[in-house]
């Protein structure tokens, strides 16, 4: 197999930013949609993302694991690996989504006990979470299939589906919220209707571009029977990257049930600067899925010079338009948190956490950008080991001891250290080629297959 010319970074991060801008508009609609409904809405809303981010780390563990070994087979020109690594992809969708779905129906009570969800949104938020279980095991689908696109490069194609299913979703999102003529709409749960139609819409549009782009059309079986020999490779990338994820997860929904401690307010204002930071982040994390995608097929074809070089590049590009779109977010905050609420309260608390949010921003690209890169050379057990102890002790115990005495603010400046501490970290470890001997191991792995 003749493998193509490498595009420039811009070139695949441009619509990989695309993907996560209009991911996250949706997101943003439909928060501001239920801000007009109220306060606890929105704050449900928001909690109920947080928990589903944090169950999609099962999702994780094969989207990351796929993109980094897909990417490496095909820098190595092992075609029919790629073909039967993408096919196995499926099955074990199919039972990591059934997980979810379960965790979702049935743990949801628990969870939100667990998070200390104020009482006032309990009967809003619990039936609203089971509803999102079904759109949830189609989400799973989606991001694997989407991660297989991509990593073939064919990340215009990816962007045209997430074009499609967000716009979808936000068309329906409004009249089933907000209702047509004389029906009134189901408000909250209009969303998560909305969801899982979207979703639909996206597998259906991602099983036409696999056959049309990749000649790859699963069969029956392709969906439930679980490959072990062929998934090793890739949960050995996933399993340890989606830990991490996990103890993040963690640690993080510590400081969710920090916030929600401080009242529906607080939830709100948490829920509404999380949302808009949402946007500062976007160019990082493209430059940073760009870059794993890149540094895998540069490893699997041992041009490990360029690697190096690739990832300077995207992390200086990263690390100047995080700390720009974050300093022009934190200036404009007193108009943009107008968008969700008219309580002046809620904005001067929000104006005061986007100033913190600058540092958050600028060492969350070390993260994103290096960490993936890490990833992509098969150095995938020092980003977990790396970040345990920060998690636990300063964005878990801090946050929660910082929100105690600090209120928000002192949760989002727990934030920002977990940040640096881990970006410095991961930084260290990839200038002084502690990266090298992993991505020769994964070179050979590649050759021997």
Not at 79 to 94: I, N, P, S
Not at 107 to 119: F, K, M
């Amino acid at each position: 197999m003749h493998l193509p010319e490498r595009p420039r970074l811009n070139a695949v991060a441009g619509p990989i930013f695309g993907e996560f801008l209009l991911g996250y508009t949706v997101v943003i609609a439909g928060l501001w949609l239920a801000s007009h409904t109220s306060d606890g809405a929105a704050g449900s809303l928001g909690l109920a993302n947080q928990v589903l981010e944090s169950l999609y780390v099962v999702f994780r563990v094969l989207a990351i694991g796929m993109g980094v070994v897909i990417t490496q087979l095909l820098g190595g020109q092992q075609k029919e690996l790629v073909r039967r690594t993408a096919l196995a992809g499926l099955g074990a969708c199919t039972w990591a989504g059934l997980l979810v779905v379960a965790v979702l129906v049935l743990g949801n009570d628990a969870i939100l006990d667990l998070l200390n969800a104020p009482d006032e949104i309990l009967p809003l938020i619990s039936p609203y979470i089971q509803l999102l279980a079904p759109a949830a095991l189609l989400d799973g689908y989606n991001l694997t299939m989407a991660a297989i696109l991509r990593a073939h490069l064919h990340v215009r194609d990816s962007l045209k589906v997430m074009v499609v299913m967000h716009c979808s979703h936000l068309a329906l999102a409004v009249p089933l919220m907000l209702g047509v003529g004389p029906w009134e709409g189901l408000g909250l749960y209009g969303f998560a209707v909305a969801l899982l139609v979207s979703r639909a819409i996206g597998l259906t549009l991602h099983l036409i571009l696999w056959r049309k782009r990749m000649d790859l059309v699963p069969t029956a079986r392709a969906w439930w029977v679980l490959q072990p020999r062929v998934l090793a490779p890739v949960l050995r990338i996933g399993v340890p990257g989606a830990s991490a994820e996990l103890g993040y997860r963690i640690a993080f929904m510590v400081s969710l049930s920090g916030a929600a401690r401080l009242g529906v307010v607080a939830l709100a204002t948490h829920a509404y600067t999380l949302q808009l930071l949402r946007y500062v982040l976007l160019i990082s994390l493209a430059i940073g899925w760009a870059c794993e995608i890149m540094v895998g097929r540069l490893v699997g074809a041992g041009q490990f010079n360029q690697a190096h070089t690739l990832v300077r590049k995207g992390l200086r590009n990263g690390f100047v338009a995080s700390g720009s779109m974050a300093v022009l977010a934190a200036l404009a905050s007193p108009w943009l948190m107008r968008i969700f609420t008219k309580d002046p309260h809620v904005i001067h608390a929000a104006h005061a956490l986007l100033w913190i949010a600058v540092a958050l921003e600028t060492g969350r690209a070390f993260n994103l950008i290096v960490t993936g890169a890490l990833r992509a050379t098969g150095d995938v057990i020092y980003p977990v080991a790396a970040s345990l102890g920060s998690f636990a002790l300063v964005l878990g115990v801090g946050s929660y001891v910082m929100g105690r005495n600090f209120g928000l603010p002192g949760i989002f400046i727990a934030y920002a250290a977990d940040e640096w501490v881990r970006g410095l970290l991961m930084w260290a470890r990839w200038h002084w080629h502690g990266w090298l001997p992993h991505a020769r191991s994964s070179q050979r792995r590649v050759r021997r297959r």
